[in-house]
């Protein structure tokens, strides 16, 4: 009776701890997005790639083309905003982030850039992996 006791004991130590974790995962995630949000912002786009696996296995889909790799990534991204003025200020509103196991995430949500040029929005997925130990986007499908 004590070992079942124990075990018991064990189960919910264990599940609480995970429900701790995942509440972790998601402000590490929630604090990456901020940091890309300021950066972007800032008319830093390497530090808004930071976010970014760099890997030359990262996807980024958008408008029916599939990219792959971090530097093509980054290079799109300074082809399309050349200047502070085509970047804008970048707000992320985040309409849902799920677990997908222990080491991945998805984020669903929308994106807002005020400019000076002309405001712009649309809406993204994106995939966060736990890859030594840190938390990297691994997929991106906006549009």
């Known amino acids: 009776m004590k070992s079942l006791v124990s075990l018991l004991f064990l189960i919910l130590f264990l599940s609480?701890?995970?429900?701790?974790?995942?509440?972790?995962?998601?402000?590490?995630?929630?604090?990456?997005?901020?940091?890309?949000?300021?950066?972007?912002?800032?008319?830093?786009?390497e530090g808004f790639m930071e976010g970014y696996w760099r890997s030359d296995s990262l996807k980024f889909y958008s408008g029916g083309n599939l990219n792959k790799g971090w530097q093509n990534t980054l290079d799109n991204y300074k082809l399309r905003y050349p200047t502070k003025a085509q970047s804008g200020k970048l707000e992320f509103k985040i309409a849902d982030i799920a677990q997908i196991n222990e080491s991945a995430y998805w984020v669903m949500g929308e994106y807002h850039l005020t400019r000076e040029i002309g405001d712009a929005k649309g809406t993204f997925l994106i995939i966060f992996k736990r890859i030594n130990g840190k938390w990297k986007i691994v997929a991106d499908s906006s549009c």
């Open 16 to 45: 609480c701890n995970s429900g701790n974790d995942e509440i972790s995962d998601r402000e590490e995630i929630t604090s990456i997005l901020l940091k890309q949000q300021e950066a972007w912002s800032n008319y830093n786009l």
